[in-house]
């Protein structure tokens, strides 16, 4: 009698939803953290308007998208209009007027992929990356933050995912493993493919809104506030798309032939994508393309060691998912090598 009860008791996935929405409340930033992020933005205007009278700030990334969890870094982008602008340059003078302005730990990393400068602020113990003109980012934010406006399902899903790949060590791409914004484009993905879906493809819909950045065309439809009812017909539960979202990609996905996209709204074809082979270090092992810029496999940075861990962790999920006593607990203790 015991024995059937607990096996009842283990198939009855929403006995998770209450722990699984209580951990998602917990990562929840406080309103306080936004008033200071507004304060450390608003120091950081000041600085460099005098220097580029022109120039205008951005948030992006999770302070911006509403994946952010609490005590996260903030991303800001510096806008500067000038289109001939050596970014280096720019970079070296910035981190200058803000090491003689008394913010700490002020790096100019002029070398990365994307240069930026990194502070810390003592007055609120922000820290904050800089980066220049990186505008297709700022965009990709909002597309985000409206994707999160129509579903809370979308958010209460991300936030579990990213904090699990926190805790597995899984969210770290110079180690091979996906960023923090592909994991958000795969729960986006994953929700636009539920049936009935629970979230639309916006940039297959009648444009609201377009703006051409480093000649890419960004448009989308943007007024989601007419979508908020968009997803009603599918009464999934969070515990049942967290159990569903593990078990996609641990047994389900085709890695060998397909690519989700989020711009399309489904999986298209490695082959039409012309992503079949290496091509420098491209290996396209887990293919995800960019919203807007399709030529971008947010997968490219994995490889053929880290496509296993990768792998391996989720069906490390599904399995917990499936057969755990505590997966509230299970799915989340960190990793140690
Ligand atoms: N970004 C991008 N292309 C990438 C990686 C990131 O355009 N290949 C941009 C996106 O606008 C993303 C932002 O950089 O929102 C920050 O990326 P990331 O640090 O991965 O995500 P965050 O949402 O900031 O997550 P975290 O909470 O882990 O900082
Ligand atoms: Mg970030």
Redesign the pocket.
Known sequence: RNFKSSMECRWDIDRLNAPFLAIYESLIPPEEEKAKQKQLLTLLEKLVNKEWPEARLYL????A?S???CK??I?VCLAIPDANIDKSEVILKLADILESDNLQDVQALTRARVPIVKLMDPATGISCDICIN?V???V??KL?RDYARIDVRLQQLAFIV?HWA?SRGV?E?YQGTL????Y?LMCIHFLQQRRPAILPCLQEMEATYAVTVDNIECAYFDRVEKLCDFGSHNRETIAQLVWAFFHYWAYRHDYTNTVISVRAGSLLSKRTKDWTRRIGNDRHLICIE?PF?VS?D?GRVVDKFSIKVLREEFERAAEIMQYDLNPCVTLFEPYVA
């Open positions: 992006y990334g999770s302070c998208n994946f952010g969890v996260s870094d991303d990186n297709l980012a700022v990709n934010t985000l990213k926190k969210n791409t960023s923090s914004y592909a958000v960019d810029d971008h947010l």
